[in-house]
């Protein structure tokens, strides 16, 4: 049977990511490529209560069918949440948070369309993006976020841009944090520009010293659609994000959301509003920020003793999931990673975070999922790599 594929299909690619974790599967492997949570933060015990009650109290409705809004009790719980006045009837619960990605793909973006990026970003919300056929521009940054005159300059390049996507708080992949400062002229930015921003928010509450600036969608609620997600702070397994859009909007993400799987779990929905009740995220979050704080550090001293003379260059995120390195002159990621999977470390290459043209040089590292002792004896097999690597560096 010769099947016919759509247009938007050839425009689907595999997640590289997920290439590479097949090699972590290997025995031996210590990885720092996936972006997933440490086991260790999941409120098993927490969950198991909910899981009772919830079947104990509402089994009818937590099995059953329900609004394509989600539940009411959650919409409101993510309302008071989030640190500007958000009505719960601008909250669409979704099934994880790259649904959300979806939705505002198929929402806002025709063939052609101008998507513009940061540089490099997110490769799940290039994945969600690219089968609408837009042109994805990115958009180049600094240590403080997205660059404003690259900005302004890249939207004034051709038609007006759909919108600008991005991730302020310890992005992934790089881990940066956007500034105050920054904030608030990119929203001013914005606002001249009459340019939609996509906030996407996965990591903003796992800083490890001092809580991230206000969101942009506080200072532009009217401009902005705002991504959140309960993967990181209590389980990514329950598919469970939101988002929230200005009201003009929210009717069209939410027919797109009906099309797409009609609601998210309604029993999902159930145990997390449990579970959220009597403040718990207050309780259990420091927690996570403690753990991440100190494998953050354990790499971050394992790069200083195991790099030294070697020429990688990295930066020291102030929370998340994510480290951000940068070859010396003459090497490339891509090239580096099968040599490091042979000395027994994964990492994930840079150059498919960036919409464009690549720093085939940068790489990402994880660092929430290994051990101390794994971290150690990960970045010296990673060192020993570099050291083998067969084409000899510029000075």
Known sequence: MAWTLARRAHAMNPSVIREVLKLTERPGIISFAG???SPKTFPVDAFAESCARVLRDDAQ???QYSASEGLPLLREHVAAMLPWPVDPAQVLITTGSQQGLDLVAKVLIDPGSRVLVENPTYLGALQAFAPMEPCIEGVAGDDEGIDLQALALAAAAGEPARMLYLLPNFQNPTGRLMSEARRQALVEVARDLDLPLIEDNPYGELWFDTPPPAPLSARRPDGCIYLGSFSKVLSPGLRLGYLVAPAELY??????KQAADLHTPSFNQRLVADVLRDGFLERHVPGIRALYKS???????????????LGLQWNRPAGGMFLWARLPQGMDASELLPLAVQKGVAFVPGAPFHAGEADPRTLRLSFVTATREQIDAGIARLAEAIRSYPVRRAA
Not at 251 to 256: R, S, T
Not at 295 to 309: K, T
């Open 35 to 37: 972006g997933l949570p």
């Open 61 to 63: 409705g937590a099995l």
């Open 251 to 256: 009717p069209k993400l939410l027919q797109a």
């Open 295 to 309: 494998q953050r550090d354990a790499m971050l001293a394992a790069l200083e003793r195991e790099m030294s003379g």
